[in-house]
């Protein structure tokens, strides 16, 4: 199986998978042949696990879990760099951010919030980020991060399906 064109499901990019049984087939199917390589962090699974509905929450872990994405490691947010001992703010594969990285979080004008994090993982990945988040989408773009809506990510797999027949 090819890797396939790289994308990044940030947490709010399922629910739009799991309303549209024909895309997620599509998606699905995509993965299987090898067009598409799906990844989400640590951070994915925390917020899917932190919702509050049980039944959102076991339909979307379970999505999750037919999807198989790879998880790739996210930047570090240090609680400050003032304390004797400042740790990354969520435990999973994280790494320091150095510099570039720091700036490019506060560019993206979310620095310390889970959205910039997932832009610079999927930056890092050489992913495109999938989100709903309009906004994140606007800011990852003026940064050079390829970043696009849930519906868009599902034309891309359209045209990457029929481009492979």
């Known amino acids: 199986m090819g890797q396939g064109t790289k994308f990044l499901l940030e947490g709010c990019a399922f629910d739009p998978l799991l ?11 995509a993965v299987e042949r090898g067009l598409i390589q799906l990844l989400v962090t640590d951070l ?6 932190a919702i509050q509905n049980r039944e959102r929450r076991a339909r979307l872990l379970g999505l999750l879990e037919a999807l198989s ?9 240090l609680v400050s760099d003032r304390l004797k001992r400042a740790r990354p703010s969520y435990p999973g594969t994280i790494y320091p951010v150095g510099e570039e990285s720091a700036s490019l979080l506060e560019r993206l004008r979310v620095s310390h919030r889970a959205d910039a994090r997932q832009a610079v993982a999927a930056h890092w990945a050489g992913a495109h980020l999938v989100t709903d988040d309009a906004a994140l989408v606007r800011r990852a773009r003026a940064e050079g991060i ?3 809506t849930t519906r868009e990510f599902a034309e ?3 045209r990457l399906s029929q481009g492979a027949e």
Do not use: F, H, R, S
Request: no cysteine.
């Open 19 to 29: 309303e549209d049984p024909e895309t997620l087939d599509l998606v699905l199917n």
């Open 146 to 148: 390829q970043a696009m």
């Open 69 to 77: 994405p790879e998880t790739v490691g996210l930047p570090a947010i």
């Open 44 to 49: 994915t699974y925390q917020d899917l696990k």
């Open 156 to 158: 891309e797999v359209v």
